[in-house]
Structures are given as structure tokens and as C-alpha cells.
Nanobody
Framework: QLQLVESGGGLVQSGGSLNVSCAAS????????IGWFRQAPGKEREGLSC????????IYADSVKGRFTMSRDNAKNTVYLQMSSLKPEDTAVYYC??????????????????WGQGTQVTVSS
């Protein structure tokens, strides 16, 4: 059983930066790929990025490529999402999720086994 907790969301001005984290409050992130997703009101959940269990592979959606960077520290049982050049359209609840698999990543929410509760990111214009 794995429990994920996101933190670090908040309010930032357009063009600013914000870092969010995903920690395992129960269980270990080892052997799990971690994905970051977001959901804005009235919109579907959108896959943003994923990092494999080894950290060797990372993928990004076109909407955040070059602006967001994902990393993981398995010793700290934590995954990070560094966000820069933020835009008002980045406003959403950000979720992390875990999928069990060796060197595998996915941008499909339905493939993930565990989810955090989400953290709000608001970008003001």
C-alpha cells in the first residue's frame, strides 16, 4: 500500500516559479514510476510528466516541456516538480500518482495505481 502527499502549491504571479513535491507518507516509491497530473475546473485531468522508477527516463507533455522539470530522490522517498515561466492557464489542482513498473512511464491517468490528494496551484495574471 502506498500513500502519496503533495505539497508546495500556492499562488504565484505569471512568469514566476513554484516547486511542488510528492512524498510517500506510507510505503516506498522504489519500483514506482511517478506521474504528475493537473485538473482545472471543468476540464479533464491532464498528464504533465512522468519519471521512471530508476529516474533514467522522464517524459513531458508539450504544454509544459521546457518549463517544468521533474526529478526524484528515492532516499528521501520524494518526487519533485519544478515549474517555471508559469502562465495563468497553468492554474489547476496538481496531483502525483504512482504506477508499478520497471523503467516505464505513462501519461494516462487510468494506468496509475495510487494518487495523492492534490495541491492547488494558482497563477495570477
Amino acid at each position: 500500500q502506498l500513500q502519496l502527499v503533495e505539497s508546495g502549491g500556492g499562488l504565484v504571479q505569471s512568469g514566476g516559479s513554484l516547486n511542488v513535491s510528492c512524498a510517500a507518507s506510507k510505503g516506498t516509491l522504489d519500483y514506482y514510476a511517478i506521474g504528475w497530473f493537473r485538473q482545472a475546473p471543468g476540464k479533464e485531468r491532464e498528464g504533465l510528466s512522468c519519471i521512471s522508477d530508476t529516474g533514467f527516463s522522464t517524459i513531458y507533455a508539450d504544454s509544459v516541456k521546457g518549463r517544468f522539470t521533474m526529478s526524484r530522490d528515492n532516499a528521501k522517498n520524494t518526487v519533485y516538480l519544478q515549474m517555471s515561466s508559469l502562465k495563468p492557464e497553468d492554474t489547476a489542482v496538481y496531483y502525483c500518482a504512482a504506477i508499478l513498473g520497471y523503467n516505464y512511464c505513462s501519461g494516462i491517468p487510468g494506468e496509475y495505481d495510487y494518487w495523492g490528494q492534490g495541491t492547488q496551484v494558482t497563477v495570477s495574471s
